[in-house]
Every structure is written in structure tokens, then in C-alpha cells.
Nanobody, 132 residues
């Protein structure tokens, strides 16, 4: 079993910054066997993939609307993935979730990182509110 715990959500003004954290744990969890993705869901909207990192090789993926503003990174020693969010906009407001994607083959992450149905484990979410 894998547990994911998000933190760092807060109320911030437009143009501001936040750093979200996703701490992973579990008796059988091997960080390198998973990619960690960040998703978000705003009220009345579908959950969407924001970013993902393949923790073994460090390859990263971003949705177009956050490229250049968000940076995903990981700390192997802490089994933690971070999402640094800069220049926040009101449309970034949502509940942010991290999730773990089991890496089955070399193209798993590139093919599936934005598909929530491919992820095996989810955190409980953290609220990000952006005031205009």
C-alpha cells in the first residue's frame, strides 16, 4: 500500500507563489518504480493533469497552461515531490492532488501522465485559492 500526503495549499494573491509538497510512503513503496503526477480540480470542472515527474530519471511533463510558471521536482531522500507554482492566476485555483503512476514500461509516463485513470494511488488533496 502507498500513502500520499499533500501539503502547502493556501490562499494567495494573483501573481504570487506557492510550493506544494507530496510525501510518499508505504512498506512496499519504491520511489523509482513510480511517476508522481499533480492534478487539479476546480468546482464544476473535470480533474486535469498539471505536471508529472518520472522520479527515476527526472523527466518532467507539464500541461501547456502552466509551462514556464510551474516547476516539478523531487527529493529522493525524503520521497517527496514538489510543485513550485509561480505567477499564479485565478484560473489556477483548485484542489490539487498528487498521485502515483506505476511505471510498467519505458513509455508509460510519456503516454499516460495526464490520464487520471492510469494512476494507482491518490492523496487527499490540498486547496489552492488565488484571489484577483
Amino acid at each position: 500500500e502507498v500513502q500520499l500526503v499533500e501539503s502547502g495549499g493556501a490562499l494567495v494573491q494573483a501573481g504570487g507563489s506557492l510550493r506544494l509538497s507530496c510525501a510518499a510512503s508505504g512498506s512496499t513503496f519504491d520511489f523509482d518504480d513510480y511517476a508522481i503526477g499533480w492534478f487539479r480540480q476546480a468546482p464544476g470542472k473535470e480533474r486535469e493533469g498539471v505536471s508529472c515527474i518520472s522520479t527515476g530519471d527526472g523527466v518532467t511533463y507539464y500541461r501547456d497552461s502552466v509551462k514556464g510558471r510551474f516547476t516539478i521536482s523531487n527529493d529522493h531522500a525524503k520521497n517527496t515531490v514538489y510543485l513550485q507554482m509561480e505567477q499564479l492566476k485565478p484560473e489556477d485555483a483548485a484542489v490539487y492532488y498528487c498521485a502515483a503512476l506505476s511505471i510498467v514500461n519505458p513509455w508509460t509516463v510519456e503516454k499516460s501522465w495526464a490520464d487520471q485513470n492510469e494512476y494507482d494511488y491518490w492523496g487527499q488533496g490540498t486547496q489552492v485559492t488565488v484571489s484577483s
